[in-house]
T-cell receptor, first 113, second 114 residues
Framework: AQSVAQPEDQVNVAEGNPLTVKCTYS??????LFWYVQYPNRGLQFLLK??????LVKGSYGFEAEFNKSQTSFHLKKPSALVSDSALYFC???????????FGTGTRLLVSP | ETGVTQTPRHLVMGMTNKKSLKCEQH?????MYWYKQSAKKPLELMFV???????ENNSVPSRFSPECPNSSHLFLHLHTLQPEDSALYLC?????????????FGSGTRLTVV
């Protein structure tokens, strides 16, 4: 069965600094990996996904994520954080074939001015 | 707009009421999902509909009853709820054949049971 771990409940970073939100996964076969963001009282919005190819995936709002097969990780990154990036971030994974998307517990990102 | 619309956005109901949540997707997807999001808890998958057939029910109490009349519409019928059922209920859709297909979420219904 697939699973996702987001080890940090909250990440604090100052505006302008780089940010990293961690995610590790477990899945049989090749993984499909996703990051979603949730603003207060809203649904989850798609940020980016890794299917195959280049290990560095670029997504919306300047975010990117690096797929590392040996470490089974898919950390979310941004070179320079904005206060408006403050939100709840979810990592998700599914395997090949029809398997449901499994979400992590979420990491709250707080960017201070 | 994401292409997945949920109504109502907010709902307050008493424990003896009966209400329904509605979800509609305009993306041509053939799988739809109900999730429950409670404060400080992981996202909980409640029901999965694949080609209008329910394929998953994750031990959800019978006071929650889903209905999927066609691949574009999904309902969640609620009756005799408990205060602990207060949460954000999210609907999502995807394309089943495409494993890389992302889920598209609605904005959710914020449910308060009093």
């Amino acid at each position: 069965a697939q699973s996702v771990a987001q080890p940090e409940d909250q990440v604090n970073v100052a505006e302008g600094n780089p940010l990293t939100v961690k995610c590790t996964y477990s899945v049989s076969g090749n993984p499909y990996l996703f990051w979603y963001v949730q603003y207060p009282n809203r649904g989850l919005q798609f940020l980016l996904k890794y299917i195959t190819g280049d290990n560095l995936v670029k997504g919306s709002y300047g975010f990117e994520a690096e797929f590392n097969k040996s470490q089974t990780s898919f950390h979310l990154k941004k070179p320079s954080a904005l206060v408006s990036d403050s939100a709840l971030y979810f990592c998700a994974v599914r395997g090949t074939g029809f398997q449901k998307l499994v979400f992590g517990t979420g990491t709250r990102l707080l960017v201070s001015p | 707009e994401t292409g997945v619309t949920q109504t109502p956005r907010h709902l307050v109901m008493g424990m003896t009421n009966k209400k329904s949540l509605k979800c509609e997707q305009h993306l041509g997807h053939n799988a739809m999902y109900w999730y429950k999001q409670s404060a400080k808890k992981p996202l909980e998958l409640m029901f999965v509909y694949n080609f209008k057939e329910q394929t998953e029910n994750n031990s959800v109490p019978s006071r929650f009853s889903p209905e999927c009349p066609n691949s574009s519409h999904l309902f969640l019928h609620l009756h005799t709820l408990q205060p602990e059922d207060s949460a954000l209920y999210l609907c999502a859709s995807s394309q089943v054949e495409q494993g890389e297909s992302r889920y598209t979420f609605g904005s959710g219904t914020r449910l308060t049971v009093v």
